[in-house]
């Protein structure tokens, strides 16, 4: 049901020029873009890698059979005659054990068939039948096997390497959904620019008309005019800097959300950044950070694998011990049925068991990849430590960010009123000719000036806001909380 009424908007978007939402271009952005859909598949990839891993496990059935005729006679070879022919079965299972082991199980059935030479007073069949079940096994008992066996050990980095697959997913997600929101707020703050390039166009079409009406009763001077008209064209080029702006940045979120029509954006964002200063504690924030951020998850996961590799490499310093052994029933007769007998009944037996040691004088090759892997995940111990680093020291940078920023907000709003004021003031005694057009223009460009500010300083607070929650690795909780489920309902 979701589907479909996601295929209905995605239809419908194409067709109108509708009004996409902050997190409408967030969803977009998720659901179709290719870094992600990559990413994906990506995983799919790893978890197809993970089931060949544990496919080794699967016992292996196969079956041989020949059929030959030998016909090599020798002098020395008194009691058989040629040819022989023969026939073999060789139906086994064999499957691997943990550590490099392996059991087989094997039934042999042979026959064969020649026209024996015989001394006088003998007897001797043609035909001759042998049965034979045999079980053999091999396994390591120190090396890639005392500590934690390598196979083993494979299947664990499989699943972590799972896991990486998962959070690569989640980051890639991040990343497109921070970027979106960027995007969005900045054709949002853009659009507001507009606006005020429009009032300040509207300004200065105003102070042109009341100077050539002044110009008739030869009440201002050509310079006047020229300047009047000078301005004009400036917040006219302005203006239309400001409109391209947005076009150049629509067409940005068109490529994150991957659609070609025309779209509107929501004016009502506030409530996205609706944060309360007093209430944040930075030990918390970084906290919270710490237990969150997928790129630290990461590091975790390979830190994991790599002391799975420590581990393995360890293992291979060992000794290496094999025990080996096999037993078999044994049964040969002149027909099928009493070979088989022979072999049920246990009277012919063979087995045997022994122990395999070697080791090298001077294991270098062991040693020096035990030494690598500890440096490897020291490398990665430090990477771990870095990242919380940057982690600690960009949340207290964005904390105060939104603290400035505010405190920035409030003063700018206070500027701004007081100098549309002034203006005013000024307008009442240019009117009375009190003033004149370069004190008019200046104080309009003053008003301009400080309501540019304001925006920046506004962009730089959503930003600061959406890079504090990007940073404590919350934003896809924030502001797409489904997204994580739908990840890891993956497989």
Not at 40 to 47: F, H, L
Not at 131 to 158: H, T, V
Not at 260 to 282: E, G, L, P, Q, R
Request: aromatic fraction near 10%; avoid cysteine; glycine fraction near 4%.
């Amino acid at each position: 049901m979701k589907r479909i009424l996601y295929i209905v908007m995605i239809f419908l978007y194409s067709q109108l020029n509708a009004e996409i939402t902050f997190n409408d271009a967030i969803t977009f952005a998720l659901n179709r873009n290719t870094d992600i859909n990559n990413a994906v598949i990506a995983y799919k990839q790893n978890n197809l890698d993970q089931i060949n891993t544990v496919a080794r496990y699967i016992p292996r059935i196969g079956v041989g059979y020949t059929k030959g005729s030998i016909n090599e006679p020798n002098v020395s070879q008194t009691f058989s005659s040629y040819p022989i022919d023969s026939t073999s079965l060789k139906p086994y299972l064999s499957f691997l054990l943990p550590g490099g082991g392996n059991i087989k199980l094997e039934y042999n059935s042979d026959y064969s068939e020649s026209n024996p030479t015989i001394m006088p007073g003998m007897s001797a069949s043609p035909e001759s039948y042998t049965r034979k079940f045999m079980i053999s096994f091999s396994q390591p008992l120190l090396q890639n096997f005392l500590l934690i066996p390598y196979d083993i050990n494979i299947i664990r980095m499989a699943k972590h390497s799972k896991k990486i697959a998962r959070f690569t997913i989640l980051q890639a997600a991040n990343n497109i959904a921070f970027t979106t929101a960027l995007n969005y707020i900045n054709i949002f703050i853009n659009k507001l620019n507009i606006e005020v390039r429009e009032k300040s166009l509207e300004r200065a079409e105003i102070l042109l008309k009341k100077n050539l009406e002044k110009k008739k009763l030869g009440l201002v001077e050509d310079t006047d005019i020229l300047g009047s008209r000078a301005s004009l064209k400036k917040r006219y080029s302005d203006l239309i800097q400001a409109q391209n702006k947005v076009v150049e940045l629509k067409e940005q979120l068109k490529l994150l959300m991957s659609i070609d029509s025309n779209f509107s954006i929501s004016t009502n964002i506030d409530n996205i950044a609706n944060v309360k200063f007093n209430d944040i504690n930075v030990d918390n924030v970084i906290t919270e950070a710490f237990s969150n951020r997928v790129d630290l998850k990461m590091l975790y996961e390979q830190r994991k694998i790599q002391e799975l590799n420590t581990l393995n490499a360890k293992s291979k310093l060992l000794p290496q011990l094999n025990l080996i052994g096999s037993y078999s029933y044994y049964g040969n007769a002149a027909d099928a049925d009493t070979a088989f007998e022979t072999m049920k009944s246990g009277d012919n037996t063979s087995w045997t068991i022994g122990l395999n040691l070697s080791y090298p004088l001077y294991p270098i090759s062991p040693i020096s990849e035990l030494k690598k892997a500890r440096l490897e995940l020291k490398k990665i111990d430090n990477n771990i430590k870095k990242k919380k680093l940057e982690i600690a020291k960009n949340i207290r940078l964005k904390i105060n960010d939104i603290k400035i920023t505010l405190d920035r907000l409030k003063l700018l709003k206070q500027t701004i009123d007081y100098q549309k004021n002034k203006l005013q003031k000024e307008e009442k005694k240019y009117k009375i000719g009190r003033s004149s057009t370069r004190v008019i223009l200046a104080y309009q460009d003053e008003i301009d000036s400080a309501e540019t500010e304001y925006l920046m300083v506004k962009f730089n607070y959503y930003i600061a806001v959406l890079s504090l929650e990007y940073e404590k690795g919350t934003f896809l909780k924030h502001y797409y909380k489904d997204y994580y489920k739908k990840v890891y309902d993956l497989e």
